[in-house]
């Protein structure tokens, strides 16, 4: 949720101020209200000169992916998977590592190989094929997103590196809780799992973050911009299997 407030006894004139998830659509409802009531400790001032376009793009999305990195501890020549690369966290997630690790090698998964040419084109150098929850490749990496979640996890760990780290951030798989998973041997040998969830968050990251994007000069684009009575196409697209990276709905009508 973003908005401009113009009431001095709130913020700064024109000031934007963004809200980071925190449940929002689930406790608290209202996404494509004109008003809705959320905590105010859930509320952040940001200054920004960002058209709405780019702002409307960055959170919640490029907030998860900047924290998932963050506990990935991205190093220098690191060779980084991205498991359910196509999604608009595995996307920014790309764009916030090139940026800044330019001589990192970053692969990505896909169930659907006719999207290859797609994460190629945004920047990822290796595209590899998710069979059934198994990757199609004998590669082992030092750090991996891992997007898919609970279904792919185990097989996820096959491919780190020992001493590596594998972020949990995702549940595109569909499946909420990890089931038959026995941490003493299914983590990789001397290495690490983390997680990362949107609620994580405070004014010292929301800053952090939109620092990290003005100073790498990375460039926020949604794939794709619906209008507010465009909402039920917008779900239609991300349901489909056509869809890949951010998307967003602006507040205009035709």
């Known amino acids: 949720m973003i908005e401009e407030s113009t009431d001095p006894e709130r913020l700064p004139k024109n000031q934007t101020v963004v809200s980071i998830m925190g449940e929002m659509g689930r406790d608290f409802d209202g996404s494509y209200a004109q008003y809705t009531l959320l905590p105010n400790e859930q509320i952040y001032p940001i200054d920004t000169n960002l ?33 359910g690369a196509t999604s608009g966290v595995g996307v920014a997630f790309l764009n916030l590592i090139k940026a800044k690790y330019k001589d990192v090698t970053v692969s990505g998964s896909t169930r659907d190989m006719s999207k290859k040419s797609l994460l190629i084109e945004v920047g990822f150098d290796e595209v590899i094929e998710d069979k059934e929850n198994e990757l199609d490749t004998s590669s082992e990496y030092d750090k991996v997103l891992e997007l898919v979640g609970t279904v792919t996890i185990k097989d996820s760990f096959k491919h ?87 998307v967003i709905v602006l507040n205009e009508f035709e």
């Open 51 to 83: 058209s709405w376009e780019t702002l409307a793009t960055i959170p919640e999305t490029y907030y998860t992916a900047f924290g998932s990195m963050k506990n990935l501890k991205i190093e220098h020549n690191d060779k980084v998977l991205v498991r």
């Open 160 to 246: 780190l590196k020992e001493g590596g780290i594998l972020c949990d951030t995702g549940i595109l798989g569909g499946k909420w809780y990890l089931e038959e998973f026995d941490p003493i041997f299914d983590i990789k040998k001397n290495s690490y799992l983390t997680s990362f969830v949107s609620e994580n968050v405070d004014e010292v990251k929301i800053k952090e973050l939109f620092d990290y994007i003005e100073t790498n000069n990375i460039i926020v684009k949604p794939e794709k911009i619906f209008k507010l009575d465009e909402v039920n196409k917008a779900h239609d697209y991300l349901e489909s299997t056509n869809s890949f990276g951010k």
